[in-house]
Protein backbone atom coordinates (compact mmCIF):
# COMPACT_ATOMS: atom_id res chain seq x y z
CA UNK A 1 0.00 0.00 0.00
CA UNK A 2 1.34 3.65 -1.11
CA UNK A 3 2.54 5.74 1.84
CA UNK A 4 -0.33 7.95 3.08
CA UNK A 5 -0.45 11.12 5.14
CA UNK A 6 -3.15 11.53 8.07
CA UNK A 7 -3.34 15.10 6.56
CA UNK A 8 -5.81 15.07 3.75
CA UNK A 9 -4.20 15.43 0.11
CA UNK A 10 -5.89 15.46 -3.02
CA UNK A 11 -5.20 13.40 -5.76
CA UNK A 12 -3.81 16.20 -7.81
CA UNK A 13 -2.08 18.11 -5.37
CA UNK A 14 1.94 18.61 -5.64
CA UNK A 15 2.67 17.73 -2.19
CA UNK A 16 1.63 14.35 -0.79
CA UNK A 17 3.79 12.79 1.07
CA UNK A 18 5.89 11.27 -0.94
CA UNK A 19 7.49 14.64 -2.44
CA UNK A 20 7.62 17.11 0.90
CA UNK A 21 10.10 19.40 -0.99
CA UNK A 22 11.41 22.45 1.38
CA UNK A 23 10.47 25.90 1.57
CA UNK A 24 11.21 28.91 3.86
CA UNK A 25 8.31 30.81 5.11
CA UNK A 26 6.98 33.84 7.34
CA UNK A 27 3.63 32.31 8.73
CA UNK A 28 3.10 35.97 9.56
CA UNK A 29 3.93 39.31 8.11
CA UNK A 30 5.86 40.05 11.25
CA UNK A 31 7.36 36.26 11.92
CA UNK A 32 10.78 35.42 11.52
CA UNK A 33 11.45 33.35 8.21
CA UNK A 34 12.07 29.93 9.24
CA UNK A 35 11.99 26.54 7.34
CA UNK A 36 9.15 24.09 6.16
CA UNK A 37 7.70 21.30 3.83
CA UNK A 38 4.89 21.57 2.10
CA UNK A 39 2.21 19.10 3.00
CA UNK A 40 -0.94 19.15 1.20
CA UNK A 41 -2.42 22.66 1.95
CA UNK A 42 -0.19 23.13 4.46
CA UNK A 43 3.35 23.97 5.09
CA UNK A 44 4.94 21.88 8.19
CA UNK A 45 6.81 24.25 10.44
CA UNK A 46 10.25 22.78 10.85
CA UNK A 47 11.70 24.77 13.47
CA UNK A 48 8.07 23.51 15.83
CA UNK A 49 9.14 20.29 14.62
CA UNK A 50 12.88 21.00 16.14
CA UNK A 51 12.20 23.07 19.10
CA UNK A 52 9.76 19.59 19.96
CA UNK A 53 12.89 17.59 19.67
CA UNK A 54 11.66 15.73 17.18
CA UNK A 55 14.41 15.58 14.93
CA UNK A 56 15.90 12.99 17.23
CA UNK A 57 18.66 10.72 15.03
CA UNK A 58 22.21 10.73 15.36
CA UNK A 59 23.44 13.70 12.90
CA UNK A 60 19.96 16.45 13.63
CA UNK A 61 19.10 15.72 17.04
CA UNK A 62 21.81 18.44 18.39
CA UNK A 63 21.59 20.37 15.18
CA UNK A 64 19.94 24.08 14.99
CA UNK A 65 19.73 24.00 11.32
CA UNK A 66 15.84 23.95 11.46
CA UNK A 67 15.89 27.29 13.36
CA UNK A 68 17.79 29.46 10.53
CA UNK A 69 15.97 32.03 8.47
CA UNK A 70 17.33 29.71 5.46
CA UNK A 71 18.50 26.15 4.53
CA UNK A 72 21.89 26.43 3.66
CA UNK A 73 23.03 24.96 7.49
CA UNK A 74 20.82 22.47 6.43
CA UNK A 75 21.78 21.83 2.99
CA UNK A 76 25.52 22.06 3.70
CA UNK A 77 24.91 18.74 6.06
CA UNK A 78 24.69 17.00 3.08
CA UNK A 79 22.83 13.42 2.06
CA UNK A 80 23.16 11.15 4.99
CA UNK A 81 21.68 14.42 7.08
CA UNK A 82 18.67 14.65 4.23
CA UNK A 83 17.96 11.25 4.44
CA UNK A 84 17.59 11.27 7.95
CA UNK A 85 15.13 14.39 7.68
CA UNK A 86 13.26 12.79 5.20
CA UNK A 87 12.59 9.64 6.85
CA UNK A 88 11.85 11.29 10.41
CA UNK A 89 9.51 13.60 8.04
CA UNK A 90 7.47 10.88 6.22
CA UNK A 91 7.52 8.83 9.83
CA UNK A 92 5.90 12.16 11.41
CA UNK A 93 3.31 12.77 9.03
CA UNK A 94 2.49 8.83 8.09
CA UNK A 95 -1.36 8.30 8.55
CA UNK A 96 -0.39 5.54 11.56
CA UNK A 97 1.82 7.05 13.42
CA UNK A 98 0.40 8.99 16.45
CA UNK A 99 3.16 11.91 17.55
CA UNK A 100 1.90 14.63 15.57
CA UNK A 101 -1.20 13.06 14.30
CA UNK A 102 -2.60 12.87 18.03
CA UNK A 103 -1.33 16.33 19.28
CA UNK A 104 -3.40 18.85 18.86
CA UNK A 105 -1.46 21.63 20.34
CA UNK A 106 1.99 20.49 18.12
CA UNK A 107 -0.48 20.06 15.14
CA UNK A 108 -1.70 23.82 15.29
CA UNK A 109 1.52 25.32 16.09
CA UNK A 110 3.43 23.82 12.73
CA UNK A 111 0.86 22.84 10.54
CA UNK A 112 0.30 26.52 8.84
CA UNK A 113 -2.40 26.67 5.54
CA UNK A 114 -0.69 27.29 2.39
CA UNK A 115 -2.86 30.14 1.71
CA UNK A 116 -1.80 32.51 4.68
CA UNK A 117 2.07 31.77 4.61
CA UNK A 118 4.43 34.24 2.57
CA UNK A 119 7.54 32.18 0.88
CA UNK A 120 10.59 33.29 0.63
CA UNK A 121 13.73 32.77 -1.73
CA UNK A 122 14.63 29.41 0.46
CA UNK A 123 18.62 29.90 0.77
CA UNK A 124 21.28 32.37 0.62
CA UNK A 125 22.41 31.96 -3.11
CA UNK A 126 25.93 33.20 -3.43
CA UNK A 127 27.00 32.37 -6.65
CA UNK A 128 24.17 31.43 -9.82
CA UNK A 129 25.58 29.98 -13.00
CA UNK A 130 23.56 29.25 -15.84
CA UNK A 131 24.06 26.11 -18.14
CA UNK A 132 23.13 26.06 -21.85
CA UNK A 133 22.41 22.22 -21.65
CA UNK A 134 19.73 20.95 -24.13
CA UNK A 135 20.20 20.52 -27.59
CA UNK A 136 17.53 21.50 -29.02
CA UNK A 137 17.81 25.22 -27.84
CA UNK A 138 20.97 25.21 -29.00
CA UNK A 139 20.75 24.50 -32.35
CA UNK A 140 17.39 26.44 -33.02
CA UNK A 141 18.91 29.75 -31.26
CA UNK A 142 22.08 29.41 -33.31
CA UNK A 143 20.15 29.08 -36.36
CA UNK A 144 18.16 32.22 -35.29
CA UNK A 145 21.35 33.89 -34.90
CA UNK A 146 24.06 32.24 -37.03
CA UNK A 147 22.23 30.88 -39.97
CA UNK A 148 21.51 27.38 -40.83
CA UNK A 149 24.95 26.85 -42.14
CA UNK A 150 26.47 27.22 -38.22
CA UNK A 151 24.06 26.53 -35.89
CA UNK A 152 25.46 25.57 -33.04
CA UNK A 153 28.82 27.13 -31.49
CA UNK A 154 32.07 25.43 -32.50
CA UNK A 155 32.74 24.14 -28.59
CA UNK A 156 29.29 21.99 -28.56
CA UNK A 157 30.38 20.40 -31.93
CA UNK A 158 32.27 19.15 -34.56
CA UNK A 159 31.42 18.17 -38.17
CA UNK A 160 32.48 14.62 -38.69
CA UNK A 161 34.84 14.10 -40.89
CA UNK A 162 35.94 10.46 -42.90
CA UNK A 163 36.82 9.89 -46.18
CA UNK A 164 34.24 6.57 -45.72
CA UNK A 165 31.14 6.60 -48.41
CA UNK A 166 28.88 7.75 -45.06
CA UNK A 167 31.58 10.56 -44.27
CA UNK A 168 31.48 12.14 -47.03
CA UNK A 169 27.46 11.47 -47.94
CA UNK A 170 26.82 13.08 -44.43
CA UNK A 171 28.88 15.90 -45.09
CA UNK A 172 26.90 16.82 -48.63
CA UNK A 173 23.82 15.85 -46.65
CA UNK A 174 24.55 19.21 -44.26
CA UNK A 175 25.79 21.22 -47.01
CA UNK A 176 22.45 20.54 -48.81
CA UNK A 177 20.33 21.34 -45.83
CA UNK A 178 22.45 24.36 -45.11
CA UNK A 179 22.13 25.77 -48.59
CA UNK A 180 18.04 25.04 -48.89
CA UNK A 181 17.25 26.69 -45.45
CA UNK A 182 15.66 23.74 -44.21
CA UNK A 183 15.16 22.80 -40.27
CA UNK A 184 18.01 22.58 -38.02
CA UNK A 185 17.31 19.31 -36.60
CA UNK A 186 17.42 17.70 -39.30
CA UNK A 187 21.21 18.65 -39.32
CA UNK A 188 21.99 17.46 -36.11
CA UNK A 189 23.02 13.98 -36.51
CA UNK A 190 26.13 15.34 -38.61
CA UNK A 191 27.29 17.39 -35.20
CA UNK A 192 28.98 15.82 -32.16
CA UNK A 193 28.65 17.42 -28.47
CA UNK A 194 31.96 18.22 -26.00
CA UNK A 195 30.88 20.35 -23.21
CA UNK A 196 27.82 22.37 -21.07
CA UNK A 197 28.56 25.85 -21.77
CA UNK A 198 27.74 28.21 -18.89
CA UNK A 199 27.41 31.66 -17.76
CA UNK A 200 28.18 33.40 -14.65
CA UNK A 201 24.91 35.18 -13.50
CA UNK A 202 23.69 37.94 -11.07
CA UNK A 203 22.49 36.25 -7.80
CA UNK A 204 21.14 39.61 -6.39
CA UNK A 205 18.17 39.68 -8.95
CA UNK A 206 17.03 36.48 -8.16
CA UNK A 207 13.43 37.01 -7.11
CA UNK A 208 10.79 34.40 -5.48
CA UNK A 209 7.82 33.56 -7.56
CA UNK A 210 4.84 36.02 -7.63
CA UNK A 211 7.72 39.00 -7.84
CA UNK A 212 7.49 41.48 -10.70
CA UNK A 213 9.73 41.84 -13.58
CA UNK A 214 10.35 45.27 -14.65
CA UNK A 215 10.93 45.52 -18.44
CA UNK A 216 14.84 46.08 -18.68
CA UNK A 217 16.06 49.11 -21.06
CA UNK A 218 19.54 48.88 -22.82
CA UNK A 219 21.52 49.33 -25.65
CA UNK A 220 20.33 47.34 -29.16
CA UNK A 221 22.10 46.61 -32.26
CA UNK A 222 22.50 49.64 -34.81
CA UNK A 223 21.59 50.06 -37.76
CA UNK A 224 24.56 50.46 -40.41
CA UNK A 225 26.56 53.29 -38.78
CA UNK A 226 24.15 55.34 -36.97
CA UNK A 227 24.72 54.93 -33.02
CA UNK A 228 23.03 52.09 -31.07
CA UNK A 229 19.36 52.74 -30.08
CA UNK A 230 18.60 52.66 -26.33
CA UNK A 231 15.55 52.11 -24.55
CA UNK A 232 12.49 49.48 -22.87
CA UNK A 233 13.40 46.15 -24.59
CA UNK A 234 11.09 45.43 -27.09
CA UNK A 235 12.05 41.34 -27.12
CA UNK A 236 11.41 40.84 -23.67
CA UNK A 237 11.21 36.60 -23.27
CA UNK A 238 10.74 33.87 -20.84
CA UNK A 239 13.35 30.96 -20.39
CA UNK A 240 11.65 27.70 -19.13
CA UNK A 241 14.55 25.96 -17.08
CA UNK A 242 14.99 24.14 -13.75
CA UNK A 243 18.12 24.73 -11.69
CA UNK A 244 19.78 22.44 -9.20
CA UNK A 245 20.36 23.60 -5.60
CA UNK A 246 24.01 23.19 -4.56
CA UNK A 247 24.06 21.25 -1.12
CA UNK A 248 28.34 20.57 0.11
CA UNK A 249 30.45 22.62 -1.70
CA UNK A 250 34.12 21.52 -2.96
CA UNK A 251 37.43 23.35 -1.49
CA UNK A 252 38.97 25.87 -3.59
CA UNK A 253 41.42 23.49 -6.21
CA UNK A 254 39.83 20.21 -5.90
CA UNK A 255 36.98 19.35 -8.81
CA UNK A 256 34.05 17.26 -7.80
CA UNK A 257 34.20 13.91 -9.99
CA UNK A 258 31.08 13.31 -11.79
CA UNK A 259 30.06 9.75 -10.32
CA UNK A 260 29.74 12.12 -6.73
CA UNK A 261 28.33 14.67 -8.02
CA UNK A 262 24.99 14.00 -7.03
CA UNK A 263 25.75 13.91 -3.28
CA UNK A 264 26.37 17.59 -3.52
CA UNK A 265 23.00 18.51 -5.42
CA UNK A 266 20.20 18.93 -3.03
CA UNK A 267 17.24 18.98 -5.50
CA UNK A 268 15.77 21.39 -8.01
CA UNK A 269 13.48 24.02 -8.24
CA UNK A 270 10.98 25.57 -11.46
CA UNK A 271 13.00 28.47 -12.94
CA UNK A 272 12.43 31.34 -15.32
CA UNK A 273 15.68 33.18 -16.41
CA UNK A 274 14.11 36.10 -18.42
CA UNK A 275 15.83 37.68 -21.68
CA UNK A 276 15.96 41.13 -23.08
CA UNK A 277 16.88 39.47 -27.18
CA UNK A 278 17.35 42.47 -28.41
CA UNK A 279 20.17 43.67 -25.66
CA UNK A 280 21.51 40.21 -25.79
CA UNK A 281 22.06 40.01 -28.83
CA UNK A 282 24.27 43.01 -28.87
CA UNK A 283 26.36 42.28 -26.40
CA UNK A 284 26.62 39.03 -25.88
CA UNK A 285 29.80 38.07 -28.58
CA UNK A 286 32.67 37.97 -26.82
CA UNK A 287 31.82 37.56 -22.99
CA UNK A 288 28.57 36.83 -22.97
CA UNK A 289 24.88 37.40 -21.87
CA UNK A 290 25.06 40.72 -19.18
CA UNK A 291 22.36 43.17 -19.61
CA UNK A 292 20.03 41.04 -20.96
CA UNK A 293 20.05 38.62 -18.75
CA UNK A 294 20.86 40.34 -14.92
CA UNK A 295 17.87 41.92 -14.76
CA UNK A 296 16.12 39.37 -13.02
CA UNK A 297 15.57 35.67 -12.68
CA UNK A 298 12.70 33.98 -10.82
CA UNK A 299 12.33 30.55 -8.66
CA UNK A 300 9.69 28.65 -7.74
CA UNK A 301 9.53 28.62 -3.71
CA UNK A 302 9.51 25.04 -3.34
CA UNK A 303 12.83 22.81 -3.54
CA UNK A 304 12.12 19.24 -4.80
CA UNK A 305 15.30 16.85 -3.13
CA UNK A 306 17.11 14.35 -5.44
CA UNK A 307 15.19 11.40 -3.22
CA UNK A 308 11.69 12.19 -4.40
CA UNK A 309 12.48 12.92 -7.77
CA UNK A 310 14.49 9.24 -7.45
CA UNK A 311 11.35 7.09 -8.68
CA UNK A 312 10.94 9.87 -11.94
CA UNK A 313 15.08 8.86 -12.79
CA UNK A 314 15.52 8.10 -16.85
CA UNK A 315 17.73 7.47 -18.85
CA UNK A 316 19.16 10.66 -19.90
CA UNK A 317 19.71 11.32 -23.92
CA UNK A 318 22.58 9.38 -26.21
CA UNK A 319 25.82 11.56 -25.75
CA UNK A 320 27.64 10.88 -29.46
CA UNK A 321 30.76 10.93 -28.91
CA UNK A 322 31.56 9.87 -26.01
CA UNK A 323 32.59 12.79 -23.29
CA UNK A 324 35.71 13.13 -22.25
CA UNK A 325 37.05 11.36 -19.53
CA UNK A 326 36.00 13.53 -16.32
CA UNK A 327 32.41 13.84 -17.87
CA UNK A 328 31.69 10.03 -18.31
CA UNK A 329 29.18 9.17 -16.02
CA UNK A 330 29.01 5.19 -15.08
CA UNK A 331 25.14 6.03 -14.86
CA UNK A 332 24.14 8.67 -16.52
CA UNK A 333 20.14 9.58 -15.93
CA UNK A 334 18.29 12.56 -16.41
CA UNK A 335 14.16 12.92 -14.97
CA UNK A 336 10.57 12.56 -16.16
CA UNK A 337 9.64 16.11 -15.31
CA UNK A 338 6.54 17.13 -17.64
CA UNK A 339 6.62 21.06 -17.62
CA UNK A 340 4.43 23.25 -19.06
CA UNK A 341 4.75 27.69 -19.57
CA UNK A 342 0.93 29.20 -19.67
CA UNK A 343 1.12 33.61 -20.29
CA UNK A 344 -1.85 35.84 -19.41
CA UNK A 345 -1.87 38.78 -21.84
CA UNK A 346 -2.59 42.04 -20.22
CA UNK A 347 -6.00 42.39 -19.90
CA UNK A 348 -7.11 38.87 -20.11
CA UNK A 349 -8.57 36.46 -17.48
CA UNK A 350 -7.69 33.21 -18.71
CA UNK A 351 -3.80 32.08 -19.51
CA UNK A 352 -3.11 30.05 -22.42
CA UNK A 353 -0.44 27.02 -22.77
CA UNK A 354 2.03 27.78 -25.13
CA UNK A 355 4.77 24.99 -24.22
CA UNK A 356 4.42 21.24 -23.03
CA UNK A 357 8.23 20.25 -22.41
CA UNK A 358 9.83 17.86 -20.08
CA UNK A 359 13.05 17.49 -18.11
CA UNK A 360 14.70 14.33 -19.87
CA UNK A 361 15.41 16.38 -22.60
CA UNK A 362 18.31 18.13 -21.93
CA UNK A 363 21.66 16.38 -23.07
CA UNK A 364 23.77 17.39 -20.90
CA UNK A 365 22.52 16.08 -16.75
CA UNK A 366 22.86 18.00 -13.13
CA UNK A 367 25.48 15.65 -12.49
CA UNK A 368 27.77 16.64 -15.53
CA UNK A 369 26.99 20.62 -15.48
CA UNK A 370 28.51 20.58 -11.37
CA UNK A 371 31.51 18.16 -12.27
CA UNK A 372 32.17 20.59 -15.38
CA UNK A 373 31.45 23.69 -13.02
CA UNK A 374 34.35 22.97 -10.43
CA UNK A 375 36.81 20.67 -13.33
CA UNK A 376 39.31 24.30 -12.81
CA UNK A 377 39.09 24.08 -9.39
CA UNK A 378 36.49 26.69 -8.84
CA UNK A 379 34.66 25.88 -5.39
CA UNK A 380 31.24 25.63 -5.22
CA UNK A 381 29.60 26.93 -2.13
CA UNK A 382 25.86 25.71 0.03
CA UNK A 383 23.09 27.78 -1.71
CA UNK A 384 24.96 27.98 -5.15
CA UNK A 385 22.35 27.65 -7.83
CA UNK A 386 22.91 25.99 -11.22
CA UNK A 387 20.33 26.94 -13.80
CA UNK A 388 19.98 24.05 -16.84
CA UNK A 389 19.46 26.46 -19.62
CA UNK A 390 16.27 26.59 -21.52
CA UNK A 391 14.49 22.99 -21.73
CA UNK A 392 13.45 22.86 -25.48
CA UNK A 393 11.98 19.52 -26.83
CA UNK A 394 12.12 18.45 -30.58
CA UNK A 395 8.71 19.14 -30.98
CA UNK A 396 7.25 22.91 -32.31
CA UNK A 397 5.40 22.89 -28.77
CA UNK A 398 7.72 21.79 -26.69
CA UNK A 399 10.13 24.91 -27.10
CA UNK A 400 11.16 26.48 -24.38
CA UNK A 401 10.91 30.63 -25.07
CA UNK A 402 9.20 32.55 -27.56
CA UNK A 403 12.69 33.15 -29.15
CA UNK A 404 12.04 29.59 -30.34
CA UNK A 405 8.01 29.23 -30.24
CA UNK A 406 8.06 32.60 -32.77
CA UNK A 407 11.36 32.14 -34.25
CA UNK A 408 12.70 35.19 -33.31
CA UNK A 409 9.36 37.38 -34.07
CA UNK A 410 9.11 36.13 -37.38
CA UNK A 411 5.78 33.56 -36.87
CA UNK A 412 3.86 35.59 -34.28
CA UNK A 413 2.09 33.27 -31.47
CA UNK A 414 -1.60 33.41 -31.14
CA UNK A 415 -2.76 33.89 -27.58
CA UNK A 416 -6.84 33.34 -27.63
CA UNK A 417 -7.36 36.25 -30.04
CA UNK A 418 -4.21 37.47 -28.92
CA UNK A 419 -0.87 37.88 -30.27
CA UNK A 420 2.69 37.83 -29.32
CA UNK A 421 6.14 37.74 -30.70
CA UNK A 422 7.62 38.54 -27.52
CA UNK A 423 6.17 39.85 -24.02
CA UNK A 424 4.18 42.82 -23.53
CA UNK A 425 3.91 44.77 -20.11
CA UNK A 426 0.77 43.22 -18.19
CA UNK A 427 1.76 39.50 -19.11
CA UNK A 428 2.17 36.69 -16.51
CA UNK A 429 3.91 33.55 -17.45
CA UNK A 430 3.71 30.99 -15.04
CA UNK A 431 5.61 27.47 -15.19
CA UNK A 432 4.57 24.40 -13.43
CA UNK A 433 6.45 20.82 -13.46
CA UNK A 434 5.14 18.00 -11.81
CA UNK A 435 5.73 14.15 -12.33
CA UNK A 436 2.87 11.45 -12.24
CA UNK A 437 3.54 8.56 -9.60
CA UNK A 438 1.25 5.74 -9.39
CA UNK A 439 -1.90 7.06 -7.80
CA UNK A 440 -0.02 10.31 -6.43
CA UNK A 441 1.93 13.81 -8.73
CA UNK A 442 5.51 15.09 -6.99
CA UNK A 443 5.34 18.68 -8.46
CA UNK A 444 7.22 21.75 -7.96
CA UNK A 445 4.43 24.50 -7.41
CA UNK A 446 4.30 27.33 -9.97
CA UNK A 447 6.88 29.37 -11.09
CA UNK A 448 5.54 33.26 -11.97
CA UNK A 449 5.89 36.57 -13.10
CA UNK A 450 4.48 39.36 -14.84
CA UNK A 451 6.03 42.07 -16.67
CA UNK A 452 5.40 46.01 -15.34
CA UNK A 453 6.40 48.70 -17.69
CA UNK A 454 10.28 49.88 -17.92
CA UNK A 455 11.03 52.77 -15.07
CA UNK A 456 12.86 55.93 -16.67
Same mark, same amino acid.
Not at 229 to 234: I, L, M, T, Y
Given at each position: ????????????????????????????????? $??????????????? /???????????????????????????? !????????????????????????????? +? $????????????? +?????????????????????? @????????????????????????????????????????????????????????????????????????? $??????????????? %?????????????????? =?????????????????? %???? !???????????????? =?? @?????????? &????? /?? &???????????????????????????????????????????????????????????????????????? @????????????? &? /???????? #??? +? #?????????????????????????????????????????????? @???? =????
Amino acid at each position: MALQSFIEVEPDSHFPIQNLPYGVFKPEPASVA $RPGVAIGEYVLDLSE /ISKAGLFNGPILKDSDCFLQPNLNKFLS !LGRPAWKEARDMLQKLLSSNEATLRDNAN +L $RQKSLVPMGKVEM +LLPMEIGDYTDFFSSMHHAKNC @GTIFRGPANPVPANWYVILKSTSKQGIVSVLTLVYYSIFHLQVYRVVPYFRFHLPIAYHGRASSVVISGTDIV $RPRGQFAPSGNSPPP %FGPSQKLDFELEMAAVVG =PGNELGKPIDVNEAADHI %FGVM !LMNDWSARDIQAWEYV =PL @GPFLGKSFGT &TLSPW /IV &TLDALEPFACDSPKQDPQPLPYLAEKISKNYDISLEVQIKPAGKEDSCVVTRSNFKYLYWTLTQQLAHHTIN @GCNLRSGDLLGTG &T /ISGPEPES #LGC +L #LELTWNGQKPLSLDGFTRKFLEDGDEVTFTGFCKGNGYTVGFGTCS @GKIV =PSTP
